[in-house]
């Protein structure tokens, strides 16, 4: 470990310095863009003295009890939905047909853009949508659709259950990611071997090891769902919204002095963040104790046949929602016309394809260039600052790193104006290097999310051995630890690619109007509501991370192809 | 009354005003070369792939005629540039900003004037200015009954009216209460789009103008206490009778005017508000609504306004935006704009005063059964004070909002 004295280590040390530099400063611009206006501090808009009259504002606004509400049950609901769903799957159908067979299909969910994904499943599941037009008028009777609120219902259902469909897909890619270093099938081996069944084992043995390692993108999800934007608009009600779309709406009012309210509501978002995931953290800890007591009381547990079949079923039938919420936006980009109650467009067309044609190919360039920068940058950043605090013998006591997951926790709205304000001073806005900066910020806490866990659980007697054998820590790392951690490093730089892709309100305020992705592109139609062309941009906004996924997925297992160890564990 | 206080003390600390443009500068000639090889960021909402064609268009166009490049910046709000221009400001970047055209008007003009976020007045010196019909459409002038003084240019003229399916409707409504009559009869079978939303915000306005005792206090900034509730009265009674026989019992309210004319064409509803005469035309020819869809007004009048494009205080490319600007009020951009194929925007010129070349076009214009003819649009009511608005929005959110 004195190694760190090297030339290499020297420059790995800086690091997490260069890595918090790089985001410290926007951050910093961004709480304080944040945090003063939301005290009453923003020149710009005459606010020049501090005081507390937009909390007070926000605390009495008849919208704010019915929108934490609304943001609190749905949130919740969808994160805890979606754990106990990966839970249950892979503790019931691990090593079944079914579970290799929803791991391959994992990728296009992953990859479909989370407004896309919700606009597909309102229309599937909505009164006059394309589940009711298949059975109408000729089952159902109904030649008008019923008047019955499954989208926008003010209980927040429907946008719980859109986040489900997309949320519950990371969260088990990163539980499948985690199974080989938490070496579950060596756990499980030595379970069967004393007697426990398939689902008991796998709960009692592998979950907790599993566990602390998705910790992290748990917490992502339960931040995410809590502060989403796109989903919501589409899924959720409008009388309240839930507090993000609010605080939205009033950064976006023409009236300007709501901006003081916005930023105040800002602030509340934040609090809420961190409270939830403080009150998730301590239930952990409550069924880490109950669930400690289960383990030792020795129950073995039977053959699980019905918990297969349950899980099974529900996660098969979310995949089918999923899948068709996306068919039926293909459907719609070729469609002409199509009314209710017709099954299918009463005539097909490929206008909006062609019309979009040029518009496509320009900003998908743009697209695939600020991706793969960001991702490939913030990669670079994760690694060196992983290898770095393993060379200098830091366990996880960086604490300072945990500023990299404050862009997940602040609303990017409220953010993004003070880095926007820091960008025009420095007169770098609407730069490339600005704008992939500004994506990186958002691309690195989910790259060193993906990456940290089984960086950190790789043995370090692999590393040690090959020291003993006269490796330098270089060597090292490139020999032995980047192929054996191949395939988290692929899928971490694919999730990376993917929430460069979906950056929407980053690419317009840093970008300072200059760039047009596919997001930027998608995000503006969608405001004219017109499905065939949201289904258009959705296809190829789905397109570049499903590649990306696909690489990630398919490389590692045709480098390994004769190494059965490093393999995909089932 | 907070805001105009912190403004008042803001300008007065750092002496900023708009910044005066001297006559000189103001000549066409000298805009027009000035403009050669400028490169125009057109922030408009984008969300129409109707309008960003024709946007498109005109980029050709002022490219070919004056050597322009427009880039159009796509919004999905207008506020995200009002927000830019602000940063800007917050910066100190009084010169050389990223936004050089805004379309706009109402709240943001209102907003943008009065926070001195506006370069101008700009229009007399554009050669199309003196076609537009100020006698005819008064509210090229007035934007919500904030005098517009040069700082933006009219580009197209809007009017509330409403949808249906002609299929299903054979005697729509023709005034506010007998809305209530026809949603009580055809239960859940028409809604309007959740306030703040500008549909459904003007709706509220339309019920309103009808229902106010004094239609008249409506140009005049919202009273406080007593007086603004005798003037609402009539629209809570109004709402609170209406909504239970809205869509969805009038607990759930589309959250937008595109999402609700969706709603008509998925036939969960029977009338949808629109704010353009033609756009039930250009949506039916382009398969977004039945062919059996028309239009309708109200015997009383409906509101109507004008939008426009404005130019930033720090517009980088000043007399490029202005090129843009008198060409979007060309006979030629006007009559293409009003054509139901292309967009179906009505026009703000006065088309009798054109010349006979600039009248062929818009009588070359192709008839469509979904357009009303100008004469059975019925009279234009004027927006009110934008303080109703705030006010009224509020006042909803209190009492439906939550």
């Known amino acids: 470990m004195s190694r760190a004295g090297t030339p290499r280590g020297g420059v790995l040390r800086h690091a997490p310095g260069l890595t918090l530099g790089l985001f410290l400063v926007p951050i910093a611009a961004g709480l304080v863009g944040t945090w003063l206006p939301a005290f009453g501090y923003l020149p710009a808009l005459g606010g020049t003295s501090l005081g507390f009259e937009s909390w007070r504002a926000l605390l009495n606004h008849t919208s704010l009890p019915g929108a934490m509400r609304l943001t609190l049950t749905s949130g919740i609901l969808a994160s805890a939905l979606s754990l106990a769903l990966v839970i249950a799957f892979v503790a019931s159908c691990h090593g079944t047909r079914l579970y290799r067979r929803l791991r391959r299909a994992l990728t296009p969910l992953l990859a479909v853009p989370h407004v896309a994904m919700a606009i597909g499943l309102a229309f599937l599941i909505a009164p006059s949508g394309w589940l009711a037009r298949l059975i109408s008028p000729w089952a159902s009777g109904w030649t008008t659709p019923p008047d019955v609120a499954i989208v926008n219902d003010p209980y927040g259902l429907a946008l719980a259950f859109g986040l489900v469909v997309k949320e519950m897909p990371y969260l088990l890619l990163m539980t499948m990611a985690a199974l080989g270093q938490a070496q579950a099938d060596q756990r499980m081996a030595v379970a069967r071997a004393l007697g426990y069944g398939p689902v008991v084992g796998w709960l009692k043995t592998v979950l907790p090891a599993v566990y602390a390692q998705i910790r992290l993108p748990v917490y992502a999800v339960i931040a995410y769902s809590l502060s989403v934007v796109d989903m919501a608009m589409v899924l959720a009600p409008a009388t309240p919204p839930p507090l993000a779309v609010l605080i939205l709406r009033w950064f976006n009012d023409p009236d300007l002095s709501l901006r003081f309210l916005a930023a105040a509501g800002a602030v509340l978002q934040l609090f809420t963040v961190i409270l939830a995931i403080a009150a998730w953290n301590l239930s952990e800890r409550v069924v880490m104790r109950l669930g400690r007591r289960w383990i030792v009381e020795g129950w073995r547990g039977g053959g699980g046949g019905l918990a297969r079949h349950m899980a099974g079923g529900a996660m098969s039938l979310l995949y089918a929602v999923a899948g068709l919420s996306v068919a039926v936006l293909g459907i719609w980009s070729l469609a002409g016309r199509w009314r209710y109650p017709g099954a299918f467009p009463a005539d097909i067309s490929f206008g909006a394809w062609t019309r979009h044609l040029h518009d496509l190919l320009w900003a998908t360039s743009t697209t695939l260039i600020v991706g793969l920068a960001a991702a490939g940058l913030a990669l670079a950043l994760a690694l060196a600052c992983l290898e770095n605090e393993r060379r200098r013998a830091l366990r996880t006591t960086n604490r300072a790193l945990w500023l990299l997951y404050t862009p997940l926790l602040v609303p990017q709205v409220a953010f993004l104006f003070g880095f926007q304000v820091i960008a025009v001073r420095a007169g770098i806005d609407g730069t490339w290097g600005t704008l992939i900066w500004s994506h990186v910020l958002f691309v690195l806490p989910y790259v060193f999310l993906s990456l940290a866990e089984p960086y950190r659980a790789l043995d370090e007697r692999y590393a040690r051995a090959a020291m003993c054998l006269g490796a330098t820590p270089n060597r090292v790392f490139w020999r032995v630890k980047v192929p054996m951690l191949l395939r988290p490093i692929l899928i971490a730089f694919a999730i990376g690619f993917a929430i460069s892709v979906a950056q929407y309100l980053p690419t317009v305020f840093a970008g300072g109007g200059r760039f047009v992705t596919l997001t930027t592109e998608a995000v503006a139609l969608s405001g004219g509501g017109d499905r065939r062309v949201v289904g258009v941009f959705a296809f190829v906004q789905a397109a570049l991370p499903l590649l990306a996924f696909a690489a990630a997925f398919a490389v590692p297992a045709w480098i390994f192809r004769h190494r059965h160890a490093l393999r995909l564990p089932s | ?402």
């Open chain 2, 1 to 402: 009354m907070r805001l105009l206080r912190a403004i008042a003390l803001f300008s007065a600390v750092l002496g900023i005003s708009a910044p005066p443009a001297s006559a000189e500068a103001l000549k066409w000639d000298v805009i027009a070369a000035k403009a050669k090889d400028q490169t125009v960021y057109w922030n408009a909402w984008g969300g129409d792939e109707r309008i960003n064609a024709y946007i498109a268009w005109a980029g050709e166009r002022i490219w070919n005629d004056y050597g322009v490049t427009l880039r159009h910046v796509k919004l999905s709000d207008t506020g995200e540039a009002v927000s830019r221009v602000l940063a800007e400001k917050t910066a100190g970047r009084d010169s050389d900003g990223s936004v050089d055209l805004i379309w706009i008007n109402g709240e943001n003009f209102a907003a943008m004037k009065r926070n001195q976020l506006l370069f101008g007045p700009f229009t007399q010196a554009l050669p199309n200015f003196k076609l537009v019909d100020f006698a005819g459409k008064p509210t090229t002038l007035v934007d919500f009954t904030v005098p517009v003084e040069g700082l933006e240019a009219p580009w197209g003229m809007a009017k509330i009216n409403f949808v249906y399916d002609s299929a299903r409707i054979q005697t729509p409504p023709r005034s506010i209460p007998e809305f209530l009559d026809w949603a009580k009869a055809n239960k859940g079978r028409f809604t309007y789009p959740a306030p703040p939303d500008f549909i459904g915000s003007t709706f509220l306005k339309q019920v309103m103008i009808e229902l106010t005792p004094d239609p008249a206090a409506l140009q005049k900034p919202a009273p406080e206490g007593a007086a603004f509730d005798t003037a609402t009265a009539p629209l809570w009674s109004y709402l609170e009778a209406l909504h239970p026989h809205l869509w969805r019992g009038g607990k759930i309210f589309p959250a937008s005017g595109t999402a609700q004319m969706q709603m008509l064409d998925d036939g969960e509803v029977d009338i949808a508000i629109s704010f353009y005469p033609s756009d039930a035309a250009s949506l039916a020819q382009n398969g977004r609504l039945p062919e059996s869809a028309r239009i309708f007004v109200l015997e009383g009048g409906t509101i109507g306004n004008t939008h426009f494009v404005a130019i930033p205080y720090n517009a980088r490319a000043k007399e490029g935006a202005m090129v843009l600007a008198n060409f979007l009020m060309s006979p030629e951009a006007q009559a293409r704009k009003q054509d139901t194929a292309v967009w179906g925007d009505q026009t703000v010129l006065d088309v009798a005063g054109l010349d006979p070349a600039g009248k062929k076009r818009f009588d070359a214009l192709p008839a469509h059964p979904a357009l009303l003819p100008p004469e059975a649009l019925g009279p234009t009511l004027l927006e009110p004070h934008p303080s109703w608005m705030t006010r009224i929005e509020a006042e909803w959110q209190r009492r439906f909002g939550g």
